[in-house]
């Protein structure tokens, strides 16, 4: 705790990590109340309608805590890694100005229209602004995987004579090859998350028997949506995303596979936790070979371990990163399970009434935020000791003035404010979750008749 | 192109003053102007649909400041790292009080979160009128373009080093704070009816009394401790006509107040705005962070981004802007008028 570069950056793994607990929600929503509202003007099912409405007020509630949590990163560029931001800017900041641009005002224009309009302005302008709600949401997950992807792989830039860098190609920077998978796979998590959250909710509903039939059509498109995009989370972009670090981060899968040695048969290790003095994984269950035949085709090949690279540049946290890694795809797996069996089970009509089912799909809500948190620690800690890959190391891009005193106040007051959201959040869900998607009228009602 | 970009970036900040300028005032006057729950309702369904889009334009501010100009952004945020930083706490309990008041409906609760927007608001208004204050009073930047400074030390701009607060930037602080409640009481007018825009008329008064004895104080001031600030004026005499603007929208206020024409008030206290900011930012150019010993002023050419790099961002940031107009005008269109409270959203 003793240096400006650690506090630092402890404090934006904490504010990253927090903000992206929301938007991860958000945008997985932002589609499936689309699909809800979609389904409404279809068939004109009131339910759906209602539902929609419900799954707007959480949604609401969750962007709310994006929106400020996000402004406070956008910052912390700038007070926090003031080097990085001079050396990388003409860069990075281009994108992150365009998410400004091109998604902020479009998601902060009609998710207004969305919460205050459908009565005002009819139903086709409520479902237009659901559409552009979700495409809003979702330009803004591209614009800020595009920033991290150059981070991770820089393009487009030329270096300059004095050591510094400038863009030379827009075009690359958007279209970076890392941010393809990256997105995809992103995004996918999102719906994963949302898809949990809807089943989740409409399995809580459902077994505790009250509004039973939106519980219902919650777990539908629920199940429907995280049958698939879990699927989705590891073939094909799971896959991709770790052909690409292995292509371009070799090293980084080293530490992420806890693969110590370098072999022509490598394992896929599942279970083991990595010994760093002895350079193994001790209480190992592995897929002899598995991870050489993953990576290149059953004729397999060599895969460099870490003793393979220089210990400099060797990700500084590894256990860690090799846990996350593992959490993450150890869920992945989890939900293909979950959500292939509830499937099933709404094809030939036993879901809703067997519970045990049920319960599982209640219980496994926390999940999707834990496996996307843990994916974005995997990239990131994997990004180690790189702030942007082979250009820039982590501890030359801290801010040359800024001390570790004035970093340590700046993380506990984020630590604070941060905590009581996470309480009021909680508690604005359950009330929310309470009222359930018939509850509107009560609470206008309420309010209508509380003149002074 | 690198002036380009300057006014680019004085024209978004300038926007966002005047569009979060009238939600930050609304903030601060709105325990005066509402005696009630239905009035203060009244006073956040007038900005709730808005209020984000407002901030949006601080954000795209910051971001395409920092792609214009990457070393200004570097320097300045990490720079003013402590009041930024609280900036950001601010604008956090502002977003959240606004938002999660209506979620419940209990007396405390809204008492509770009435309490945060006041706060809120009212300090974000006067640090950043402090923040325009530090900038015009100089920056103790060294030769590589970074500075480090405390939140105060004696509380005079002529010590070194001096503190992000000093008599100076506080009143400064004081200044932007007056100005928005002004801006704020009359947006307020102009979107309600009966006692409330009539109670926001009477703060809008009052308030404007004080803004012209700190407008004086504040101009008198700014010439004492920063002298170069007329030679740009001296140099291009053109630019008297921004601070004719601040002066019209200054005498238009009080008398389209007193003629109870709150849409042309409203327009007034945007000209002062306007007129005011321009002012300051004509005068620093080609700076964009004086500094204390002038040799390490950041200027448009020292802090700009490579020139591909502005000439894409032309290109986008052209369409961005047009699209984000439109969104404006088309969703404070179709929010126009008066606000009742029989329609509430969700
Ligand atoms: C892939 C998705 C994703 C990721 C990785 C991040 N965010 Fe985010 N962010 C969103 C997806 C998102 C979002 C879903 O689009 C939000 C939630 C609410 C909103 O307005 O947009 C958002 C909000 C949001 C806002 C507030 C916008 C507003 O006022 O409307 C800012 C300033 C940022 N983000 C900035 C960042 C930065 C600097 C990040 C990286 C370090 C970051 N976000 C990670
Ligand atoms: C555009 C997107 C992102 C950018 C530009 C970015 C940038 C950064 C920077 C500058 C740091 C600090 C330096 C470092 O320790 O590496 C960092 C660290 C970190 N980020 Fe990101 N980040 C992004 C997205 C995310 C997201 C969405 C998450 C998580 C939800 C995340 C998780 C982390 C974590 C956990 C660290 C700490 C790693 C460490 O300190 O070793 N990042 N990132
Ligand atoms: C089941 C198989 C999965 C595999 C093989 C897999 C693989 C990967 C890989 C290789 C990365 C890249 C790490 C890096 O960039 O250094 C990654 C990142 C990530 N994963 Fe997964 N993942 C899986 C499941 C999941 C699930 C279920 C979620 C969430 C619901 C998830 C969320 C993320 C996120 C948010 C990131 C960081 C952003 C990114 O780089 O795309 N992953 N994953």
Known sequence: MEDALTVSRLQFAFTVTYHYLFPMLTMGLALLIFVLKSVYMRGRNDLYNRAARFWGKIFAVTFVFGVVTGIPLEFQFGTNWAAFSAFTGDIIAQTLAMEGAFAFFLESAFVGLFLFGERRFGQRLHWFSSLMVFLGTWASGYFIITTNAWMQNPVGYRVLENGNIELNDYWAVLLNPWMFAQYAHNMGGAVVCGAFVMAGLGAFYVLSGRHVEYGRIFLKVGVIAGALSSLWMLFPTGHFSSDQVAEHQPVALAAMEGHFQTDREADLVFIGQPDMEKMEIDNPIVLPGGLSILLYGPAGGEVKGLEGFPEKNWPDNIPLLYYSYHVMVGLGTFFIGIMFLAAFMLWRGWLYTFRPMLWVLMLAIPFPFIANTAGWLTAELGRQPWLAYGLMRTSEGVSPLVSSGNVLFTLIGFAGVYLIMGLLYIVLMVREVGHGPEGEHETLENTENLTA | ?346
């Open chain 2, 1 to 346: 192109m690198d002036t380009f970009w300057f006014i680019a970036v004085a024209l978004m900040i300038t926007l966002y003053v005047l569009l979060d300028g009238f939600d930050l005032g609304a903030g601060t006057i709105h325990l005066f102007a509402a005696k009630n729950e239905q009035e203060r309702r009244t006073i956040l369904r007038a900005i709730g649909p808005v209020w984000d889009g407002n901030e949006v334009w601080l954000i795209a501010g910051g971001g395409t400041l920092f792609f214009a100009f990457p070393i200004l952004y570097a320097s300045s945020f990490s720079g003013f790292y402590l009041p930024l930083i609280i900036v950001l706490w601010l604008l956090i309990i502002r977003g959240l009080s606004i938002e999660l008041r209506g979620h419940i409906n209990d007396p405390l609760w809204a008492s509770f979160w009435d309490g945060m927007f006041f706060i809120g608001s009212t300090l974000l208004a006067i640090f950043f009128g402090a923040a325009l204050g530090n900038v015009v009073r100089g920056v103790p930047l060294d030769e590589d373009g970074y500075f480090f400074q405390p939140l105060w030390t004696d509380f005079s701009p002529f010590s070194e080093p001096s503190g992000i607060l000093d008599w100076y930037t506080v009143l400064m602080g004081l200044l932007a704070l007056t100005t928005l409640v002004v801006h704020g009481a009359n947006y307020i007018a102009v979107k309600t009816e009966n006692r409330l825009n009539a109670r926001s008329r009477r703060i809008s008064r009052f308030a404007w009394v004080a803004l012209v004895v700190l407008t004086v104080l504040g101009t008198i001031a700014t010439f004492w401790v920063s002298p170069w600030m007329l030679e740009s004026f001296g140099a291009r005499p053109y630019g008297y006509v921004l601070p004719l603007v601040a002066v019209a929208g200054l005498i238009g206020m009080i008398v389209f107040n007193v003629r109870e024409r709150d849409r042309e008030a409203f327009l007034a206290s945007s000209a002062y705005i306007v007129g005011m900011l321009t002012s300051t930012v004509f005068a620093v150019y080609p700076r964009v962070l004086p500094a204390v010993n002038p040799e390490n002023s950041l200027t448009i050419t020292n802090a700009a981004a490579s020139d591909y790099g502005q000439a894409v961002g032309l290109i986008w940031w052209s369409i961005g802007m047009v699209l984000a107009v439109v969104y404006f005008v088309v969703i404070y269109r179709l929010f126009r008028g008066k606000v009742r409270l029989e329609d509430e959203g969700y």
